[in-house]
């Protein structure tokens, strides 16, 4: 199979992106942090064809630069050097002739660092639970790869495996660009007029946010930040969810703002600060012949809102439903270098700008398990990283069906178990309350944590009718 195209470059030292350089500044500050490894789990159940594997492995890595990069210094300065394509190794572990514990194995790679100057961040294990069970484990370094291009490396190692199985030629279509060109078309782009309208255009909108969202922690702040996470998986209820998303459409609005804006609402009663500025990623994919590359794009844009006045949430929602569609139009400003002009202090315990974080994951119904020729693939969940970067990230799956479901990531050198329960329930509560009620004003929404009933209603603790709510 051919892989050739015209790239910015193919062999040599290469510029990083902005997004890069802060990775790899983070990594030479500490070289044994494993915060940012990413670590994927495929459970393989069939007869497995290992070589064949080994061969689509091997293939999808040399059809992509960003997983053959290492990171080099010269003079204290990072470069990019594109490796030549080569066979991927892939270990075999036995685990059922060890009597070893797959979820154990995969917590000690995790907690291996790379080391980006050596070679590329890539890693991969095929474990053998059984004759017919197998686990994937892929590990990279987020330098390389984020959340758009592990569905493109996924898909096609599926699509490779199944042609070779079946002994046939496949030709996929040659990405039109390298990570390589992305980094050289961005680096034309952060220049002269256009990068001095996008700051002129943050400044005005971030004027006199609040430099830090003053969270009621369980515990004080370290003095440097662990990173060290928790993770409480929940569900809206799906009559809830139901009429959840018909108020989305009441309103004219989408579930990503009717969703944050609740979230938005519920730290504004929790915290007292009625000027709210979370930590939204975007795909950074915003020109096409970007769109079947793998690398790190995802990009983080401050979204604000301004719950003043005490507004109902009909009216919360027109306000951060705008100031959604003005930060996606000025969404290619990479985050570290708005807060560096901003000129925000750099607090060693927390994040600059935003410690907050909410995402919300689209996909059309509960996926099903994936079939790579005779071979059924499911996500393994034995993967456990247990970090988060921010102080909170929500998280919302939006099936498209009845379920709404939930993942709150917490760092648990703030926060109890208990108080990311409590928030979960409140947040649910406050779901409640708007659905019933639209109208109903920001001071009068009771945040206490109450559970929603599969019939939509709540139940537990009394009303709380503090300024600051409660968890």
Not at 186 to 194: A, F, I, P
Not at 200 to 229: C, I, K, N, Y
Not at 275 to 287: E, I, M, T, W
Not at 426 to 449: E, R, T
């Amino acid at each position: 199979m051919s892989t050739e195209r015209r790239s910015a470059a193919e062999t040599g030292r290469l510029p990083l992106s902005p997004a890069q350089h802060r990775l790899w500044f983070l990594q030479q500050f500490d070289p044994e942090s494993t915060q940012y490894n990413v670590c994927l789990g495929y459970e393989l159940r069939g007869a497995l064809d290992v070589e064949v594997l080994r061969r689509a492995l091997t293939e999808v890595v040399a059809r992509h630069d960003a997983l053959r990069t290492s990171f080099p210094a010269e003079r204290g300065r990072p470069g990019a050097r594109i490796e030549p394509p080569g066979e991927v190794p892939l270990p075999y572990v036995d685990l059922a002739a060890q009597g070893g514990d797959a979820a154990e194995f995969a917590a000690a790679q995790v907690a291996r660092p790379f080391n980006l100057a050596a070679a590329a961040p890539v890693r991969a294990n095929l474990l053998r639970l059984g004759e017919q069970r197998h686990i994937l484990l892929l590990e990279m370094h987020h330098i390389v790869i984020d959340a758009w291009s592990v569905q493109i490396v996924t898909a096609e190692i599926g699509e490779l495996y199944t042609a070779y199985v079946k002994g046939e030629e496949v030709e996929l279509p040659v990405p039109q660009a390298g990570y390589a060109d992305y980094a050289a078309w961005q680096s034309g782009l952060l220049g002269g007029e256009y990068l001095e309208r996008e700051f002129a255009h943050w400044r005005e909108r971030l004027l006199g946010a609040p430099a830090v969202l003053p969270l009621p922690t369980d515990r004080p702040r370290s003095v440097s930040q662990t990173f060290a996470g928790g993770e409480l998986p929940d569900a809206v209820p799906p009559p809830l969810a139901v009429r959840l998303r018909g108020l989305t459409g009441e309103l004219r609005s989408t579930m990503f703002v009717t969703t944050v804006t609740a979230f938005m609402m519920l730290l504004a009663r929790w915290t007292g600060v009625h000027d709210v500025v979370l930590a939204v990623p975007v795909a950074g994919r915003s020109r096409p012949e970007f769109h079947a590359t793998v690398g790190f794009f995802v990009n983080t844009v401050p979204l604000r809102g301004d719950l003043s006045g005490d507004p109902s949430f009909r009216q919360a929602v027109a306000q951060v439903g705008s100031a959604t569609l003005d930060a996606l139009e000025h969404d290619s400003l990479p985050f570290d270098m708005l807060v560096d002009h901003l000129g925000v202090p750099r607090d060693p315990t927390c994040n600059p700008l935003v410690q907050v974080g909410f995402q919300l994951l689209r996909t059309p119904h509960r996926a099903q398990p994936a079939r790579w020729h005779d071979i059924e693939v499911e996500e393994w969940d034995g993967v456990r990283q247990q970090v988060t970067r921010l102080d909170l990230e929500l998280h919302v799956l939006d099936t498209a069906a009845e379920t709404v479901e939930t993942l709150l990531c917490y760092r648990t050198d703030l926060f109890d178990g208990s108080s990311a329960e409590n928030l979960l329930a409140g947040y649910q509560s406050l779901l409640a309350q708007v659905v019933a009620d639209p109208d109903l004003p920001l001071s009068k929404l009771d945040v206490s944590p109450r559970r929603v009933t599969h019939e939509g209603t709540r139940s537990g603790a009394g009303a709380d009718t503090t300024e600051n709510g409660g968890m």
